[in-house]
């Protein structure tokens, strides 16, 4: 009975395994056939503009700028601006003290008066010394004495009318003006510091910063090329690159205006400016940035660094999806870069769709899944 109850046992066994066999079997013939399309990230080549840049390294530096400076000698009574300001041209900076000049233009005008009343006397005496003279009443010597007086007292008069006339200038100069229209600098000098005509330390500074230059440096070979391109050009276009790491880029664009006719003998170098717009004042003199000449501005077709691959004879390749989603290895001419994309001249046409992104899981000849990057960003 034991034998019998064992022998029923391991029967029940055998039909549960080829049970569970012939469900697995089943199971793999259901998920059989051919391997699901491979998920990868395209986008379509479209025609753009592609500007033909020179980078340069580049500095700003002032449009405009002067330095204020004493024009006599005095005391500094009064600060009329505040450091910092826009300030316009013929608007009084500083007032010098004034008393002493004031002085002296009272005094040439008093001397004018003397000599003036001087010279009537004079006139008056030769008048009647003439009168005389007809009568044979005086020496010609005598007459000839009164005429040098008036003479010398019109020289008098010359030279107090020239007095007051430096007086004036040196009291107008005892009020300070600003030479240019800008923004002024702190003020070097406070109320009560003498100051001189021939000091060396200005009293501020002022500075025009809109527009600004940019200065830049270009071998003297490659600036041969450009400067046949100024030719042909009006005006070329220049883009300012604030920060490098984050290709952060001046919203205003200016224009290189000149070249420097002759190349420095020590560096080898031509010196280039442009000038650009600068409203805000966010570039300040002495300013490192990235300059960025457009020589010029074409129709041509970009394809993103990222989608290349280089093969071991330095030619570029990229995975092109087909209509029917089948991978195709292309070779492409690439004459330059521009920004993180290759400018392609010949190799790919408008519209095609190229593999940006999971092209290292495919071969060509893989049927794949394409998805846009618009698609993938969502």
Same mark, same amino acid.
Not at 158 to 167: E, F, P, R, T
Not at 231 to 254: C, H, I
């Given at each position: 009975m034991k034998r019998h !109850?064992? *022998?029923?046992?391991?029967? !029940?066994?055998?039909?549960a395994t080829v049970g569970c066999s012939e469900q697995s079997a089943q199971g793999q013939g259901s998920q059989g056939g051919e391997a699901p399309a491979t998920a990868v990230t395209v986008t379509t080549v479209k025609r753009s503009t592609v500007p033909d840049i020179l980078a340069l390294p580049g500095r700003i530096s002032a449009f405009r700028q002067s330095q204020v400076r004493p024009q006599v000698a005095g005391v500094i009574t009064k600060r009329l601006f505040k450091e910092g300001a826009v300030v316009e041209k013929g608007q009084q900076l500083y007032q010098i003290d004034d008393a002493r000049y004031k002085a002296e233009l009272a005094s040439a005008r008093a001397d004018l008066k003397s000599a003036e009343a001087n010279l009537k006397t004079v006139e008056a005496k030769a008048s009647r010394y003439e009168?005389?003279?007809s009568g044979n009443s005086i020496s010609k010597q005598e007459y000839d004495d009164v005429v040098a007086q008036a003479a010398q007292a019109e020289a008098q008069i010359?030279?107090? =009318?020239?007095?007051?006339?430096?007086?004036q200038v040196n009291v107008e100069y005892t009020k300070v003006y600003a030479p240019i229209s800008g923004q002024i600098s702190r003020s070097y000098v406070t109320e009560g510091a003498l100051v001189t005509a021939n000091q060396a330390q200005e009293l501020a500074t002022i500075t025009k910063l809109d527009p600004v230059f940019v200065d830049m440096q270009n071998s003297g070979k490659a600036i041969i090329a450009l400067r046949r391109a100024m +030719?042909?050009? =009006?005006? @070329?276009?220049?883009?300012?690159? *604030?920060?490098?790491?984050?290709?952060?880029?001046?919203? +205003?664009?200016?224009e290189l205006k000149f070249s420097?006719?002759?190349?420095?003998?020590?560096?080898?170098?031509?010196? *280039?400016?442009?000038?650009?717009?600068?409203?805000?004042?966010? *570039? @300040?003199p002495g300013l490192f940035v990235k300059a960025h000449i457009i020589k010029s501005e074409d129709q041509g077709l970009l394809v993103p660094k990222r989608a290349t691959m280089r093969q071991p004879d330095g030619s570029l390749v990229v995975y092109v999806v087909t209509a029917d989603n089948k991978v195709e290895a292309r070779t492409i001419e690439v004459p330059r870069s521009y920004q993180s994309s290759y400018l392609v001249s010949s190799g790919l046409s408008e519209g095609e769709r190229i593999i940006v992104a999971g092209y290292q899981k495919v071969k060509p000849g893989a049927t794949v899944n394409p998805q846009t990057q618009s698609s993938q960003g969502s």
């Open positions: !109850f064992i *022998l029923s046992a391991v029967a !029940f066994l055998l039909l009168d005389l003279l010359s030279v107090a =009318q020239a007095a007051i006339d430096l007086a +030719q042909g050009e =009006q005006a @070329m276009p220049v883009e300012v690159v *604030l920060d490098e790491n984050s290709n952060t880029t001046y919203e +205003q664009r200016g420097e006719v002759t190349v420095d003998e020590t560096t080898g170098s031509v010196t *280039l400016r442009a000038v650009v717009p600068n409203p805000d004042s966010v *570039l @300040m």
